[in-house]
């Protein structure tokens, strides 16, 4: 088992930052890919970031977030950080931190609201 702990949700207003962060605990030996997903009301999840661990991580991006978004891993641990630029509306939703290690695991989430 995986245990995600996530942190860093708030509130901000639009064209602001924000940075979250995920740690993971428990059987952590095997995790592949370390990621976040988001879900906004009525919507379904979808893609932020994920990192894929290896001798040089790979990162990959959800569409909506290219070029404002920026996923991290602290080196040599399971710690994950989704820093957020340029906020928008559109971004407000509860942001889930996720990984696969022989099997898929999730964080219970922290809200991100951004608005004026």
């Known amino acids: 088992q995986v245990q995600l702990v996530e942190s860093g949700g708030g509130s901000v207003q639009p064209g602001g930052s924000l940075r979250l962060s995920c740690s993971a605990s428990g059987n952590i030996f095997n995790i592949d890919v370390m990621g976040w997903y988001r879900q906004a009301p009525g919507k379904q999840r979808e893609l932020v970031a994920t990192v894929i661990k290896g001798g040089i991580d790979t990162t990959n991006y959800g569409d909506s977030v290219k070029g404002r978004f920026t996923i991290s891993r602290e080196a040599g641990k399971d710690v994950v950080h989704l820093q957020m630029n340029s906020l928008r509306p559109d971004d407000t939703a509860v942001y889930y931190c996720?990984?696969?290690?022989?099997?898929?695991?999730w964080g219970k989430g922290t809200l991100v609201t951004v608005s004026s």
């Open positions: 996720n990984a696969i290690s022989r099997g898929l695991y």
